[in-house]
């Protein structure tokens, strides 16, 4: 069974920072994608980051510039550098992470973690 653990979550004044991770274990298997999702009170989830297996990244446009998504494949864990951080960036922060077997794909989610930015 596959689990997700997040963590680095909290409360930060405007223009600090945090660090998110997020660790998959019981899959037996490297994971494919793993991306960062985001759902402000009242809003859809949004896509924050992504990273692919082969390492390439893609981030929201609100983003582009002040975090960056890494991976430790050692590690199955996941990471989010958010810097420069603002009031809009508050929000419960999801991992997200898909594993390919063979023909099946499927993804898994992290519990989530608040992330609140004062002004």
């Known amino acids: 069974q596959v689990q997700l653990v997040e963590s680095g979550g909290g409360l930060v004044q405007a223009g600090g920072s945090l660090r998110l991770s997020c660790a998959a274990s019981?899959?037996?298997?490297?994971?494919?994608?793993m991306s960062w999702y985001r759902q402000a009170p009242g809003k859809q989830r949004e896509l924050v980051a992504r990273?692919?297996?082969?390492?390439?990244?893609n981030y929201a446009d609100s983003v582009k510039g002040r975090f960056t998504v890494s991976r430790d494949n050692a590690k199955n864990t996941v990471y989010l550098q958010m810097n420069s951080l603002k009031p809009e960036d508050t929000a419960v922060y999801y991992c997200?992470?898909?594993?390919?077997?063979?023909?099946?794909?499927?993804?898994?989610w992290g519990q989530g973690t608040q992330v609140t930015v004062s002004s």
């Open positions: 997200n992470v898909n594993f390919i077997w063979g023909a099946l794909s499927k993804d898994y």
């Open positions: 990273i692919t297996g082969g390492g390439n990244t």
């Open positions: 019981g899959s037996g298997f490297s994971p494919n994608s």
